[in-house]
């Protein structure tokens, strides 16, 4: 009974993962990507499953411009350097901006909107954006991560006669400090796909290449969404399991009641 109860909460928490529609979006990309490396830009089933997913995706960003916007528009951190801040705002700008595009290219591609050059110059258009706003976040977090790294520099001095890593204050930036890390990568290999989605360098950066890179975004975008979900839900992922531990429990006592009955 334990075992199905543990079974159970599982698919619980996929449940919850795949109810998110930024999840699901993931996971199309990372299809579509997986898609574009084994079709390498020739015809075929991986290029026909590329090319369906891509279009699919559109629908899960839908009017997603808004989350950024609402970035845009909001305080920036107190103590965040201008410079850091003004590349934030950039970013969201031109991600807000992407997304905003990418709701017209959609409208072209599925027959709404009849311009079909318009259509293409747009989605150009957009795909620069996302690559601007790639930028921006590689410079944001390689500047996040030495301020972080000066900060734990401080700390670590504090912390001489003592074990830094039983440290809360330090186990939270090192936690911070290693998300950062994560996104910095991911932000770096995305500035590679948008230059093999535009085309900018055919010869080194083929769709083979392109598939592969955006294949490991995707992936690291999938962790990043269950890692958050994880921090967002913490009381109802809390919840869960207690109410199963609870019946977990109170079976076993049913049981042993019948047992020594017996």
């Not at 079909?116 to 258009?125: A, C, M, P």
């Given at each position: ?202 010869k080194k950066v083929t769709p083979r290449v392109t598939g592969a890179l955006g294949f490991a975004t995707s ?44």
């Amino acid at each position: 009974m334990s075992m199905l109860d543990a079974t159970r909460a599982e698919l619980a928490l996929i449940v919850l993962y795949l109810n998110k529609a930024e999840a699901r979006d993931k996971i199309c990309r990372a299809i579509q990507y997986g898609s574009k490396f084994l079709s390498n830009g020739q015809p075929g089933t991986a290029q026909n499953v590329d090319k369906s997913t891509s279009l699919a995706r559109k629908v899960f960003r839908l009017f997603k411009f808004v989350n950024d916007l609402h970035g845009l528009i909001s305080p920036v951190p107190r103590g965040t350097p201008l410079p850091l801040a003004l590349l934030g705002k950039s970013k969201n700008a031109l991600l807000s901006t992407f997304l905003f595009l990418d709701q017209i290219v959609w409208l072209g591609r599925t027959g709404i909107y009849k311009n079909k050059e318009r259509t293409e110059l747009i989605g150009r258009i957009s795909l620069f954006c996302w690559m601007g706003s790639s930028i921006c976040t590689t410079l944001v977090e390689l500047g996040e991560l030495r301020r972080l790294s000066k900060s734990m520099k401080k700390l670590e001095k504090n912390l001489k006669d003592s074990d830094k890593h039983k440290n809360e204050e330090y186990c939270a930036k090192l936690q911070k400090s290693n998300e950062r890390t994560l996104a910095l990568v991911k932000a770096g290999l995305d500035i590679v796909v948008a230059v093999g989605l535009l085309q900018l360098a055919p010869k080194k950066v083929t769709p083979r290449v392109t598939g592969a890179l955006g294949f490991a975004t995707s992936f690291i975008s999938c962790y990043q969404v269950f890692d958050s979900m994880l921090v967002a839900d913490k009381v109802v992922l809390c919840v869960a399991v207690a109410s199963i531990t609870t019946q977990v429990q109170g079976k076993l006592k049913w049981e042993a009641c019948f047992a020594h009955q017996a």
